[in-house]
């Protein structure tokens, strides 16, 4: 039998608590943030009377010019105010500009020489500004692109009726992603603010 190397018990030693100090600032770093629910019923804003619902609710949404931009104003009304409308007087106030680009995603040879667009996709992207209502302060604001793809069929009705459920599917996910996206402005704004 020997006797254990003094250096290496004493390395261990080190490493050891190097170790703990390392997992003590961690742990201490991990506590002072904090994860609550974007949704839940606390206020967005630190200092705010009202919940995180109630202050998206109060989210006014200027008017869009297309049929696209019409489908993501009318998602972020509903799902701004869980399905009870616009509200009568906002507190804040949405400018919302969509674009959107529709491209060929595939191309397929076919029996003549010619080459048919088999698949396609359409992208959506909003710019948003969120203002105070009252004054026009400029609160945030941000840009978000969703692209849904589609088949596109022989028989241009149904072409066409694909392209416009693909946009439809692409102003709901846009609708969903801008809410997230605002939500997380105001929880900023309600910072700074406070």
Do not use: W
Not at 73 to 94: C, D, H, K, Q
Not at 110 to 128: K, Q, R
């Amino acid at each position: 039998m020997s006797l254990p190397d003094r250096e290496k018990t004493e390395l261990n030693r080190l490493l050891r608590r190097m170790a703990l100090a390392g997992l003590v600032g961690s742990l201490a770093l991990v506590s002072a943030c904090t994860v609550r629910p974007l949704y839940s019923n606390a206020p967005l804003s630190t200092g705010s009377t009202v919940s995180a619902n109630a202050e998206l609710a109060s989210i006014g949404i200027k008017p869009v010019n297309t049929r696209f931009g019409q489908q993501v104003r009318n998602n972020l009304i509903f799902g701004f105010g869980r399905g009870a409308g616009e509200p009568a007087s906002p507190v804040y106030s949405l400018f919302l500009g969509v674009g959107e680009a529709v491209e060929s995603s595939a191309l397929v040879q076919v029996g003549t020489d010619e080459d048919e667009p088999t698949a396609g996709s359409v992208t959506l992207t909003a710019n948003y500004t969120l203002s105070d209502a009252k004054t026009g302060a400029k609160i945030a604001s941000g840009r978000r692109s969703i692209t849904s793809s589609f088949d596109r069929p022989r028989q241009e009705f149904a072409s066409y009726r694909a392209q416009i459920d693909a946009e439809n599917r692409a102003a709901r996910e846009l609708a969903e992603a801008l809410q997230l996206s605002i939500a997380q402005d105001l929880v900023r704004h309600g910072k700074t603010a406070g």
